[in-house]
């Protein structure tokens, strides 16, 4: 997995998107469609209509990342939502990357010193 920061703020794009788009037109619908800032560091991650390709963008210090990955089998398990958009943490993303679906889940509160 990429080295992303645990803080981070991840979000998924729920509609599907045109892998062929790149930098300039990933760009722009995470300014248009999610209504987020593209340079604010963020991770934007978008997924094709078949759900067998995935793009990650982000902006670090000195330009525009972008991180893809192509299933050769499976797809990859996104439920639409209303808004279009679902925040994740790292751990979904590493889940999604992996091919994993959790049905359902808890998670007990921990302490924390923050």
């Known amino acids: ?30 300014r248009n469609q999610l209504n987020h800032d593209p340079l604010s560091g963020q991770y934007f991650v ?12 982000y902006f670090s210090r000195t330009g525009y990342c972008l991180w893809a990955k192509r299933l ?12 279009g958009q679902r925040a994740l943490t790292l751990a979904d993303l590493q889940l999604l990357i992996d091919g994993i679906e959790v049905e359902k889940s808890r998670q007990f509160k921990r302490f924390s010193a923050a």
């Open 46 to 57: 978008f997924i094709n209509r078949r759900k067998t390709q995935m793009k990650m963008l």
């Open 1 to 30: 997995m990429i080295g992303l920061d645990s803080q981070a703020r991840i979000w998924l794009c729920t509609e599907p998107t045109d892998m062929r788009k790149s930098f300039r037109g990933l760009s722009a619908l995470v």
């Open 72 to 83: 050769e089998r499976g797809q990859f398990q996104v439920r639409p939502s209303a808004s």
